[in-house]
């Protein structure tokens, strides 16, 4: 069963633009949902974890800047902007002492 | 800030042979610890999660929790070749939505 689609699952990113991507949480069972990135290198590192509609963040990481976004209940959403070096997003949903990843966007810098 | 310490970085093993991957944290706030499984240009898949002191077992991957050695491993019965893929450990503190992850352990198992 799926519990998270993202969107785009991939992007071209000229330098110097932004990206928007979302993710639609199909369980509301588990209902906090959190960003992650994996660099080239493969590691992954928690960005944000946004509980309520109207919740927003901010954070600048070496090669991007972020702004999280949590629109709905159901819907997460991340700009990605001033991106240098490719990376792949990943959505997560949790709730208590579970956690699940979404499909994943990778983003390649063009 | 917690930080997770996995070895080794790459292990090749026999099919059949037993696989077993280590994971070390620096401090005892995480109370959830878990395993994922990433094959080459893949998503993760969580393997087992582990929040109690001793062993959790999940088919053929048994994970083995230690908290007073502040260490966490994973034991792979009889691996195949298709478990070939990158393992990593991630803990937690329940409730936060933030997992903190090791750089890895690339695993190849040999027919």
């Known amino acids: 069963v799926t519990l998270l689609e993202q969107n785009p699952r991939w992007r071209l990113v000229p330098r110097g633009q932004a990206v928007n991507l979302r993710c639609i949480l199909k369980?509301?069972?588990?209902?906090?949902m959190s960003w992650y990135q994996q660099d080239l290198q493969k590691q992954l590192q928690w960005l944000f974890t946004l509980r309520s509609p109207g919740d927003k963040e901010v954070k600048s990481l070496p090669g991007a800047d972020y702004l999280a976004t949590r629109v709905t209940d159901t819907e997460l959403r991340l700009q990605v902007a001033n991106m240098s070096q490719g990376r792949t997003l990943y959505c997560t949903c949790?709730?208590?002492?579970?956690?699940?990843f979404g499909p994943g966007t990778r983003l390649t810098v063009l | 800030q917690q930080k997770v310490q996995q070895s080794p970085e790459s292990l090749t093993v026999s099919e059949g042979a037993m696989a077993s991957l280590n994971c070390t944290f620096s401090?005892?706030?995480?109370?959830?610890f878990r395993w994922y499984r990433q094959h080459s240009g893949k998503g993760l898949e969580v393997l087992v999660s582990?929040?109690?002191?001793g062993e959790k077992e999940e088919g053929r991957f048994t994970a083995h929790l230690n908290r007073a050695s502040l260490h966490v491993s994973l034991h792979i019965r009889e691996p195949q070749p298709s478990d070939s893929a990158v393992y990593l450990c991630?803990?937690?503190?329940?409730?936060?939505?933030?997992?903190?992850f090791g750089d890895g352990t690339v695993l190849t198992v040999k027919p």
């Open positions: 949790s709730a208590d002492d579970e956690q699940y």
């Open positions: 991630a803990m937690s503190i329940t409730n936060t939505g933030k997992l903190t």
């Open positions: 401090d005892g706030t995480s109370d959830n």
């Open positions: 582990i929040f109690s002191d």
């Open positions: 369980n509301s069972q588990y209902p906090w």
